[in-house]
């Protein structure tokens, strides 16, 4: 899997759009970018995923650079509920391929 | 989203006995399932990955005599941690791989937090 880099911590005001980067440089063209957060004491939850096109659901939008090497999940309105750790993984969507996390960026939603 | 459930969600236990945690994946078939370790602080770790009715795949450094996994159905699979010990007291954590649909997709369980006295 592709080695990806995410700030250590951020912060945003409750209400606005969090915006967190990714960095994933050596991203190969069969990897896709998953995004998962973990919510204290709690398992990780499924955000998004994409592969070269900008993807949005029901929780977040995914921008990946037209280059691929690099993604930002947004969180269009957030809330103190999505006050999380947030996982940017890279991997083949298919196969018996497993999830490696990194550090991730913990987000703090302020009042 | 697909739902996973995890039993119990914490346990205690003794220093030498043998604790079950069950992983259920409950909407979805899972031919495959995997197995986290997470300590305080620090990221998910990857143990074991469990694949229905075969051998499961550990990775470096995990006894595979210590942590039994069994995937016998492809709904269930279970990590038994024998003789624990205080060490191995942490946020035990499974997933299931939803191949159903046309993209795969790991949902994660709730975590089982395990005390070892």
């Known amino acids: 899997d592709a080695k990806t880099t995410q700030p250590p911590s951020m912060d945003c005001a409750e209400g606005r759009a969090a915006n967190l980067p990714c960095n994933h440089s050596t991203i190969s063209g069969n990897e896709y970018v998953y995004w998962y957060r973990q919510i204290h004491s709690q398992g990780p939850q499924y955000i998004i995923h994409?592969?070269?096109n900008n993807e949005t659901n029901e929780m977040a939008s995914l921008i990946i650079t037209e280059d691929r090497k690099s993604s930002t999940l947004i969180l269009p309105h957030a809330t103190l509920r999505d006050t999380a750790v947030y996982y940017c993984i890279a991997r083949p969507n298919f196969g018996n391929e497993k999830l490696t996390f990194g550090t991730g960026t913990r987000l703090t939603i302020i009042p | 989203g697909a739902v996973v459930s995890q039993h119990p969600s914490w346990v205690i236990c003794k220093s030498g006995t043998s604790v079950k945690i069950e992983c259920r994946s409950l909407?979805?078939?899972?031919?495959?399932m995997f197995w986290y370790r997470q300590f305080p602080k620090q990221s998910l770790m990857l143990m074991a990955t469990s694949n229905e009715g075969s051998k499961a795949t550990y990775e470096q450094g995990v006894e595979k005599d210590k942590f039994l996994i069994n995937h016998a159905s492809l709904t269930l699979s279970t990590l038994t941690v024998t003789s624990a010990h205080p060490e191995d007291s942490s946020f035990y954590i499974c997933?299931?791989?939803?191949?159903?649909?046309?993209?795969?997709?790991?949902?994660f369980g709730p975590g089982t937090r395990l005390l070892v006295l």
């Open positions: 997933s299931a791989r939803d191949t159903g649909g046309l993209m795969e997709t790991q949902y």
């Open positions: 909407d979805f078939q899972a031919t495959t």
């Open positions: 994409g592969l070269k």
